[in-house]
């Protein structure tokens, strides 16, 4: 797929394998008086399987797309196409359950709930899903597996390591099975070791199906994705395919599972 | 089960700041505990009246000689022939034969004299009476018999000892078969009363009608042995007084007629006695005085509760704000995994609702410690402090307290909702947080 395709994708409901996509969107603050342009006519498709990674310097917009893709915050013009849905024009409780439903959200500092568990941070999710997802609780089991903290179910998030946190925060973010993974610094506070295993545990799920968006401005987080959209001003400058081969093999991918 | 879980959720969050989330159970706690004992103690105190006018019983109509103010007795004009005032044997023939709703008519002379056996005396009551006084005031003989109609006739020196007038006068002996002195005339004992409590005043005093120091004789033979003109002692004073009867108890057949009856009484005794030298006591008036006396108490008790509750509430509510303020982070969390505004409310509605009815239910636990409280003070300051003891009213000695089932139920229900309508404006702006603004929120 040639970049310029994802620059200006074709009007109207987008195509089938699309996943999410946002069309002329634009998003206007008033600070003061003065208005700020933080999102100005931005289109990009998000397919099946994709790995997207959004640079930009701060106040490029990239927080402001990535709240719009997050379902946190509307857009002032434009559409935005999740699960076929157009859902700019939701309102508020309908987003929230399109974010409980469609969404799985990995954020810079982990953002776990202190006075719960391990295995009930990773559940939290669930209890806002209407109707309730069968299998709960054997899911939450089985995803605290997959990211490897089977033996720290009982733990509060204060006795567990930054890395083993995100790990939580990454399980809580696949528990309700998302269309799309958003991940917002996902490695900020880490050390690089455990930023490697982390951002192995995303490739890993995108290998196994994965729609996963992250923000981040490290160069070396960001080349582990499949296409690197880059946002300045408000505006897509580029987007940049990466290849694949200078990727690091990655593990876990057969015990994931498919979306 | 989703109610369970949010249950635990809200207590746990709770935890978080076991200190000050035990404060304001307290605050809750203290309001609910108030309610209930204050409603208790209202309600024995209005339990020991109400059965002290039902001992004096609903359908009756009490009739009692007063003393009139000295200018206005009857015979003024002969200082030497002392005062006559009262009932008369007339009054109680006119009121059996011209009201036709009474079913039965009692009268009764009652004065206090000394009752003596051997070097055995008490300051007794002599309660001059027919055989029908026994069965209409609920004496209950506990042995021997009553004075009977054949006392009458005979005009028999018999006397029947009330159950404390029997003890004292015979610690050890059984006596009856025995006589005691009343004045100057012996009589034989009869009849020992079983024990019984105090009914309420009636005719103007403030205490409690005691039924110890009686002793009971027929009113026939008071009338030849003792007579009407009586020497009473007052103030160091001698005084001659002539009162016929001092009681007439009429019974009114049926319960509704009991208002008109006492109407008709009032209206009878008034044409034949110049000066009010009588009262007239309905017990079933009483009884509905206590009935609203009570109903007004409760509302006040409830009122002061209602205070108490609202202080709870406005400290409730402080903690919750703070504590929404304190976890804006996780609002945010939970917003962006999907809760909506709805569901955030509901979680902090139920913590307060954990909250205030924690306070709830310690609260009606402490509700039922009501009784062991009021027994241990009690103890506690006839030990301690018998002076204070012998100055309280007898109301406040022998006061037991009843709780009151509504009250349990109103206290906790009213402590829930409190939590519910102080917890509404906390979890609202909880839910009102802008999710970006809230996940941003160190």
């Known amino acids: 797929m040639p970049p310029q395709q994802a620059l200006t994708p074709s009007a109207g409901p987008p195509p089938r394998d699309v996943v999410a996509a946002i069309r002329g969107v634009s998003k206007v603050y008033s600070l003061g008086g003065h208005e700020v342009k933080a999102l100005d006519n931005v289109s990009i498709d998000f397919r099946q399987g994709d790995y997207v990674a959004i640079m930009g310097s701060s106040g490029s917009g990239k927080s402001t797309l990535l709240n719009v893709l997050g379902c946190l915050d509307r857009p002032t013009t434009g559409q935005y196409y999740l699960a076929g849905q157009d859902v700019a024009v939701m309102d508020d409780e309908t987003l929230s359950r399109i974010r409980g439903r469609y969404l799985g959200f990995i954020f810079q500092s982990y953002n776990l709930i202190q006075q719960l568990s391990v295995v009930e941070n990773i559940e939290v999710p669930l209890s806002y899903q209407r109707p309730p997802m069968p299998g709960g609780r054997e899911r939450c089991l089985k995803l605290a597996e997959l990211v490897g903290l089977s033996k720290r179910l009982g733990h509060r998030p204060t006795e567990l390591s930054g890395g083993q946190q995100q790990r939580v925060a990454i399980a809580r973010a696949l528990v309700n099975n998302p269309h799309v993974i958003l991940a917002d610094e996902p490695t900020g506070n880490l050390d690089t070791a455990t930023s490697h295993e982390i951002m192995d545990l995303l490739d890993a799920l995108n290998k196994a199906g994965r729609t996963i968006v992250m923000v981040t401005h490290e160069n070396d987080i960001a080349q582990r994705a499949r296409r690197i959209v880059r946002l300045r001003d408000g505006r897509i400058e580029s987007v940049a395919e990466v290849r694949r081969e200078l990727l690091p093999a990655a593990g876990l991918t057969s015990s994931v599972e498919p979306g | ?442």
């Not at chain 2, 003070?377 to 100055?391: D, G, K, N, Q």
Request: with cysteine.
């Open chain 2, 1 to 442: 089960m989703k109610f369970l879980q949010q249950l635990r959720l809200g207590f746990r969050s709770l935890m978080l700041h076991k200190l000050r989330s035990a404060l304001a159970v307290l605050g809750i706690l203290i309001g609910v505990t108030a309610v209930i004992w204050l409603v208790a103690m209202g309600e024995g105190v209005s339990y020991q009246a109400q059965q002290q006018i039902k001992d004096l019983g609903a359908t009756s109509i009490i009739v009692r000689s007063i003393k009139p103010a000295e200018e206005s007795s009857r015979s003024d004009s002969n200082a030497r022939m002392g005062i006559s005032y009262g009932l008369l044997r007339e009054d109680f023939e006119r009121i059996i034969t011209n009201v036709p709703t009474i079913g039965r008519a009692v009268p009764m002379r009652e004065i206090s004299r000394e009752v003596r056996h051997r070097e055995q005396f008490i300051d007794g009551m002599v309660i001059a009476c027919t055989p029908e006084y026994f069965g209409m005031n609920r004496l209950k003989i506990a042995r021997g018999r009553a004075i009977s109609a054949v006392d009458m006739t005979s005009y028999a020196n018999v006397v029947v000892l009330a159950h404390e007038a029997a003890v004292k006068l015979f610690p050890i002996e059984d006596p009856l078969g025995r006589a005691v002195q009343i004045g100057q005339e012996f009589y034989v004992i009869v009849g020992v009363a079983a024990e019984r409590s105090a009914a309420a005043a009636i005719g103007g005093s403030l205490d409690a009608r005691q039924y110890d120091r009686d002793v009971y004789i027929p009113l026939t033979t008071f009338r030849v042995r003792i007579g009407d003109r009586v020497f009473t002692s007052r103030a160091g004073s001698f005084q001659l007084e002539t009162v016929e009867l001092t009681q007439i108890t009429a019974i009114v057949d049926d319960m509704k007629e009991v208002d008109s009856t006492a109407d008709i009484i009032r209206v009878l005794l008034q044409r034949y006695h110049k000066v009010v030298d009588y009262a007239i006591v309905v017990p079933k008036e009483l009884l509905e005085q206590a009935e609203t006396m009570r109903a007004m108490f409760n509302v006040l008790l409830l009122l002061i509760a209602g205070i108490s509750l609202l202080v709870g509430g406005i400290g409730i509510m402080n903690i919750m704000l703070a504590t929404v303020t304190e976890r804006t982070r996780e609002i945010g969390i939970r917003r962006a995994l999907g809760a909506t505004k709805g569901e955030i409310v509901q979680q902090f509605l139920w913590e307060t609702v954990v909250l205030s009815g924690t306070g709830g239910l310690l609260g009606v636990l402490f509700g039922f410690l009501c009784g062991p409280t009021v027994n241990a003070v009690r103890f506690a300051v006839r030990t301690s402090l018998p002076e204070v003891w012998a100055a309280l009213p007898p109301n406040i000695r022998n006061l037991e307290p009843r709780l009151a089932p509504w009250s349990i139920i109103a206290a906790f229900a009213i402590s829930v909702g409190v939590g519910i309508v102080f917890g509404i404006y906390p979890a609202r702006r909880a839910a009102n947080m802008d999710p970006i603004e809230a996940l941003r929120h160190e």
